[in-house]
């Protein structure tokens, strides 16, 4: 149990393409969700946090303006990277719990993003 | 938020128990203790979480002890397919909703 999946896995685009990454829970209804971003070598670092139906909680440095996060229903979300470019090239990945208290979070297996 | 201090590499050889400790001094009531594994370009999976004292699954121990300020992840018998990873977080449900920050993690390598 507790399977999320994200997807596209790997993208290549040209710089100023606005690229939209899913993901999804397919086991369990995901109450809160979590965007992170991970440099080669290093550790996930927080993007947002979203809430089933309510705006994203944004970590401060990261543009709510360039990276679109929507959680319409409680097993999809979308982080939206607008007008990319070559310094938006990471590896985002997805995270999802349900419920409250003990829940763990479940991560998705991460987009790798290049940007030419 | 807990920050957590982990030492930033070990090495094993396998078929050895692996005990990696993970400092959380700045603990709260509500925060649980989960460990994570992590490969290259995958997402982390879920290994076990606690909150207090011992906790047992098929693949790992987690150890608490009383004051909670740290947890020893103990991995038994390791083979090379344990190399990875292992980051340690701490967390719960608080004022501003469920929060938890990643530390650097331990890079496990398991040597034949």
């Known amino acids: 149990g507790a399977v999320v999946s994200q997807h596209p896995s790997w993208v290549i685009c040209k710089s100023g393409t606005s690229v939209k990454i899913e993901c999804r829970s397919l086991?369990?209804?995901?109450?809160?969700m979590f965007w992170y971003r991970q440099f080669p070598k290093q550790s996930l670092m927080l993007m947002a946090t979203?809430?089933?139906?309510?705006?994203?909680?944004?970590e401060q440095g990261v543009e709510k303006d360039k990276f679109l996060i929507n959680h319409a229903s409680l097993t999809l979300s979308t982080l939206t990277v607008t007008s990319a470019h070559p310094e938006d090239s990471s590896f985002y990945i997805c995270?999802?719990?349900?419920?409250?208290?003990?829940?763990?979070?479940?991560f998705g297996d991460g987009t790798r993003l290049s940007i030419l | 938020l807990a920050k957590t201090t982990q030492p930033i590499s070990m090495d094993s050889y396998e078929g050895q128990e692996v005990n990696i400790t993970c400092s959380h001094n700045?603990?709260?009531?509500?925060?649980?203790i989960t460990w994570y594994q992590q490969f290259p370009s995958q997402g982390p999976r879920f290994i076990i979480q606690?909150?207090?004292t011992k906790v047992t699954n098929e693949v790992a121990s987690l150890f608490i002890p009383a004051d909670r300020k740290s947890s020893t992840l103990s991995l038994p018998r390791v083979s090379l397919s344990d190399t990875a990873v292992y980051y340690c977080?701490?967390?719960?449900?608080?004022?501003?909703?469920?929060?938890?920050?990643f530390g650097a993690g331990t890079r496990l390598f398991v040597k034949a």
């Open positions: 995270s999802a719990r349900g419920g409250q208290g003990d829940q763990p979070q479940h």
């Open positions: 086991d369990f209804q995901a109450t809160t």
């Open positions: 979203s809430n089933e139906g309510s705006k994203a909680t944004y």
């Open positions: 700045n603990i709260a009531t509500n925060d649980y």
């Open positions: 606690g909150y207090k």
């Open positions: 977080l701490v967390g719960g449900s608080n004022t501003g909703g469920f929060k938890t920050i």
